[in-house]
């Protein structure tokens, strides 16, 4: 058995939980892109907006005169009314026409459905690590790793869905926008599938049992795992 396999489970698991925390972070957050409105007249206020999975955010910015090239209104950390809303398709009743009218509805469900995909995925992957690490149950690593890997390609899914919907929005006809750019939340849930994919895969390899050494030495002759 290789003496050095639990120190390799726990320093891989130690780098999981931080891409778990990052994956938290993302979907709860609504930092994952900011929208722009031209600005037609200064020296009065605009409306930008920022969302997430679940709720959209508006912020009113009063705009004074800029240089040529900068024509949207922002950027998004200057002084404003804040005002949030969650979605209408998972709050009805609730008011959230701007992105009603200028994005597909069917992107944003599909986005956050993935995104608790991978929240499920992590937790349960979670549970089995922790598992093994109080009855000694290493055969609960590999399953643990495959939902670490599912985690990571849901979470990078959702965000190739989001990203798919800001574009949408940025060309559509009807939309009052012509600036965007993606936020933290965007960039933690990139950073989660990196780290969940990545130690996801090197979990699986750190839990298969060692292979033979010597050309001559068979997998029945290694030793067995406790």
């Known amino acids: 058995m290789d003496e050095n396999k639990p120190l390799k489970v726990r320093l891989t698991f130690s780098v999981i939980l931080v891409g778990v925390s990052l994956l938290f972070a993302a979907v709860v957050t609504d930092h994952w892109a900011v929208l722009s409105p031209k600005v037609e007249e200064y020296n009065t206020t605009c409306e930008a907006a920022h969302f997430g999975l679940w709720r959209l955010c508006t912020k009113r910015i009063f705009m004074r005169e800029q240089s040529p090239k900068e024509k949207g209104c922002g950027p998004i950390s200057l002084p404003g009314e804040h005002n949030c809303s969650y979605f209408k398709h998972f709050t009805p009743g609730q008011s959230s026409e701007i992105f009603e009218v200028t994005t597909q509805k069917e992107y944003s469900i599909s986005a956050a459905a993935i995104a608790i995909f991978s ?34 390609l849901c979470i990078i899914i959702s965000v190739e869905v ?45 839990a298969l049992p060692r292979f033979p050494q010597n050309p001559w030495e068979t997998c029945m002759d290694a030793e067995p795992e406790h």
Do not use: H
Not at 121 to 144: N, Q
Not at 183 to 201: E, K, M, P, Q, R
């Open 119 to 152: 929240v499920g995925f992590a937790i349960i992957g979670t549970i089995c690590v922790l598992l093994s690490f109080r009855k000694k149950k290493d055969y609960l690593l590999k399953p643990a790793s495959m939902f670490y890997t599912f985690a990571g």
């Open 162 to 206: 989001m990203r798919q919907s800001v574009k949408r929005m940025i060309d559509s006809e009807e939309t009052v926008w012509i600036e965007y750019s993606y936020s933290w939340s965007f960039a933690c849930a990139c950073a989660a599938f990196v780290l969940l994919f990545v130690c996801g895969i090197a979990l699986l390899l750190i």
